[in-house]
């Protein structure tokens, strides 16, 4: 099992590529930008990843992004992301960034997005892995923010084909970016939005029906919903679910007590991803390896949620085939 989770080809759905930043690369970028860290060593960084909830974690993920200064520093981190997917057979991956966190700080967008797009640029040529980017806006900012920072988005529009929204979501809900999302669908932009995470299924309803959102991240508080849960089935809205992050961010006590499997037994298009692995204990592989085990799931549930991300990706059809045939052919490989 563990080699055919390994080897089967994935997409990733739900990766913020601040939350890849494992600690030693953390402490490398500190000593290159001589910027000083409020910890001793590589180990006590780790040692300070104990989350209580969804803001206790975003607290020191703000702290940590401060150490990404330059373009090379963007391109570094997402080369080292990307380096994990060619070890772990991603084949497509869906990349949330953050600008407000670094243009908040006087980094400027363009360094952010060169030196990102152009690891992907590289990891495209080098492993033929291909790759979107998604521009969160930060909700604990105001709409005011996010709408500024979507402007300065537009000059990259052809290479940021996606905005979502993450960041604290109790009290920050949908509604609150109903006009940015407007202006970013009259753009052109598609649309995606964490909701239910913490939040509750209503804003899992207004992120469909105010921002027209084609998936949902996480939604794993959908189940309190029936009505949500049948509409969801219907419309197959995909729900990028991260199972690692649940349990670290305490929205399940356990593995085993995660709704992965009751979600997809319910016929909704999940999908499993890793969200902000540095930060909750593994990548892509790791997050099938432990709800497989935890879940009892089988070589069938693994194949159905590798194929609903494909079947979820925001790939043009051809290449959406091309890489459904390539799992198939993994599949008549190993059986
Ligand atoms: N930003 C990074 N990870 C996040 C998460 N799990 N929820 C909301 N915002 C985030
Ligand atoms: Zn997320």
Same mark, same amino acid.
């Given at each position: 099992?563990d080699?055919f ?7 990733e759905?739900?990766i ?34 104990q989350?209580?909830n969804?803001q206790?974690f975003?607290d ?6 401060a150490?990404l200064?330059t373009?090379?520093?963007f ?28 243009t908040e ?8 997005h ?15 892995i291909? $790759?979107?980017l998604i *521009? !969160? ?12 920072? =979507?402007?300065q988005? @537009?000059p ?6 996606t ?5 604290s ?22 649309t ?13 309803w ?7 959102v084609s ?11 029936p009505q ?9 809205i ?5 199972p690692? $992050?649940?349990?670290r *961010? !305490? ?12 979600? =997809?037994?319910?016929? @909704? ?24 085990s935890a ?11 590798v194929?609903?991300?494909f ?12 890489r ?12």
């Amino acid at each position: 099992m563990d080699a055919f989770i390994r080897d089967i080809p994935k997409a990733e759905l739900h990766i913020h590529i601040e939350g890849s930043l494992e600690p030693e690369l953390m402490f490398a970028l500190a000593q290159r930008n001589n910027i000083s860290l409020p910890y001793s060593s590589v180990d006590a960084v780790r040692a300070a990843y104990q989350f209580e909830n969804l803001q206790s974690f975003l607290d020191l993920y703000y702290a940590g992004a401060a150490v990404l200064q330059t373009e090379q520093d963007f391109y570094d981190l997402t080369w080292a992301y990307l380096e994990r997917c060619a070890a772990q057979n991603v084949r497509h991956t869906e990349i949330f960034f953050d600008p407000q966190t670094h243009t908040e700080r006087g980094i400027p967008f363009e360094t952010v997005h060169t030196g990102i797009y152009r690891a992907l640029e590289d990891a495209k040529q080098q492993w033929g892995i291909t $790759s979107y980017l998604i *521009l !969160c806006f930060l909700r604990h900012l105001s709409a005011e923010s996010a709408m500024a920072t =979507l402007e300065q988005a @537009l000059p990259f529009k052809s290479t940021i084909p996606t905005v979502g929204l993450d960041s604290s979501e109790l009290g920050h809900p949908p509604v609150k970016f109903q006009q940015v999302f407007d202006r970013a669908r009259a753009e052109g932009f598609l649309t995606v939005a964490h909701a239910g995470e913490e939040g509750p299924a209503e804003y899992i309803w207004e992120a469909i029906r105010l921002l027209e959102v084609s998936r949902i991240d996480h939604g794993v508080r959908c189940v309190e919903d029936p009505q949500l849960v049948d509409y969801l089935v219907q419309r197959q809205i995909p729900l990028t679910v991260c199972p690692l $992050s649940n349990v670290r *961010l !305490c929205v399940f006590d356990s593995i085993q007590q995660h709704n992965l499997k009751h979600l =997809l037994d319910l016929g @909704l298009c999940v999908t499993v991803n890793s969200d902000d692995p540095a930060y909750f204990g593994g990548y892509i592989t790791e997050n099938f390896e432990a709800v497989q085990s935890a879940l009892h799931l089988s070589h069938q549930d693994i194949y159905q949620l590798v194929k609903n991300s494909f079947t979820a990706a925001f790939l043009p059809s051809d290449e959406k085939q091309a890489r459904l045939d390539e799992l198939d052919q993994f599949m008549a490989s190993v059986t």
